[in-house]
């Protein structure tokens, strides 16, 4: 599976962004998919996760009530609707893939398979 994210940039506290990350392949129904960040000098971190067909979404505390994760299985892609940005949310973020087959947390980064190139996302107070 090959992954390319898109749609980052910059943008002034309090805008939207949505970023999409676009699967090669046909079997794109069978992964989990996920969202991560990585700031400067700081560890990646979760951000969001859906489960394979959509029913299950999970989000850090830092971005409930803010952010949206979904996907088109159709599209082979998966989205990241952010909402009320702030300065802190300010890093790269990189789209991942997780086998369905694998147990695991679609939280933990280590469980994941294939990871995208990364977009930038800059927020400005």
């Known amino acids: 599976v090959q992954l390319q994210a898109s749609g980052g940039g910059l943008v002034q506290a309090g805008g939207s962004l949505r970023l999409s990350c676009a699967a090669s392949?046909?079997?794109?129904?069978?992964?989990?998919m996920g969202w991560f960040r990585q700031a400067p000098g700081k560890e990646r971190e979760f951000v969001a996760a859906i489960s394979r067909s959509g029913g299950s979404t999970y989000y850090a505390d830092s971005v409930k009530g803010r952010f949206t994760i979904s996907r088109d299985n159709v599209k082979n892609t998966v989205y990241l609707q952010m909402n009320s940005l702030k300065p802190e949310d300010t890093a790269v973020y990189y789209c991942a893939a997780k086998s369905g087959v694998k147990g695991g947390s679609l939280r933990n980064k280590s469980e994941y398979d294939y990871w995208g190139q990364g977009t930038q996302v800059t927020v400005s107070s």
């Open positions: 392949g046909r079997t794109f129904s069978s992964y989990g």
